[in-house]
């Protein structure tokens, strides 16, 4: 039987997880580079949205989306220095839902969110670990409108 | 701007506790190790206005809280304010 522990949130409570479920951020966040360690949690009535917990800090709590639900036809790119981080395979593509997870950060956009697609969280599926893919140098910025929609912002 | 030449192996001291370490020369590209202390942040220059967007990010929760949520997942669902009924009114006893 695995072991289990419990991460304190300031926005979801206590969260019991497996030892080991954890994702691992070698470069951290930019602007949170010390966090290391974040926990994803879907609550089923909530979906498809995905939090992004800190391990460590009780009030950090993103809210992130698959980036397919934002832009069905998004496309990861990540450069090498992303590749290495992840540990991924250079010489080929990773494909999102089996080697990689890739989320879209939620931002407070007025009434509404908006999201960077040029610059996903990447997780690694295979070994957990996870980059923000800015390397590439993107800007894809896309808006939640009230229909529900998301536009892309030029 | 200080500009200095290094060689591979070779190093170039900030203060007293930042050391930057040149550890290998390619044709485009030089790869570095930072050694910092750990409340010195260390971020690639390009992710400056990254950091900003996600320090907003993670304003989401603290700002808007729980019904924050609820609000962004009904527009999600493409669901207007007038459509979601309230729950009923637990039974008085």
């Known amino acids: 039987m695995s072991e289990r522990r419990t991460v304190n949130s300031s926005h979801l409570g206590e969260i019991s997880l497996e030892a080991g479920s954890e994702i691992y951020l070698p470069m951290g966040l930019p602007g949170f580079e010390h966090e290391h360690r974040m926990i994803p949690v879907e609550i089923p009535a909530q979906r498809p949205l995905i939090y992004l917990q800190s391990a460590t800090t009780e009030a950090l709590c993103f809210v992130s989306l698959p980036a397919l639900v934002v832009n069905p036809a998004f496309l990861l790119q990540l450069s090498d220095d992303d590749c290495a981080a992840l540990d991924l395979p250079a010489d080929r593509e990773p494909c999102i839902g089996e080697d990689v997870l890739c989320l879209a950060l939620l931002i407070p956009s007025g009434n509404s969110v908006q999201t960077n697609l040029g610059a996903p969280v990447v997780v690694n599926l295979h070994n957990l670990r996870c980059v923000q893919a800015a390397g590439a140098g993107l800007s894809a910025h896309y808006r939640l409108a009230e229909n529900g929609k998301w536009e892309e912002l030029c | ?93």
């Open chain 2, 1 to 93: 701007m200080l500009v200095l030449r290094r060689r591979v192996g070779e190093a170039i001291l900030l203060g007293d506790g930042i050391e930057i370490q040149v550890i290998e020369i390619s044709r485009t590209r030089v790869k570095l190790g930072v050694t910092a202390p750990p409340g010195v942040p260390v971020s690639r220059r390009e992710t400056t206005a990254l950091a900003a967007e996600n320090r907003q990010a993670c304003d989401l929760v603290q700002t808007r809280g729980a019904a924050g949520v609820e609000d962004l997942l009904r527009l999600l669902k493409n669901l207007s304010q007038e459509t979601v009924k309230a729950p009923p009114a637990p039974a008085d006893k």
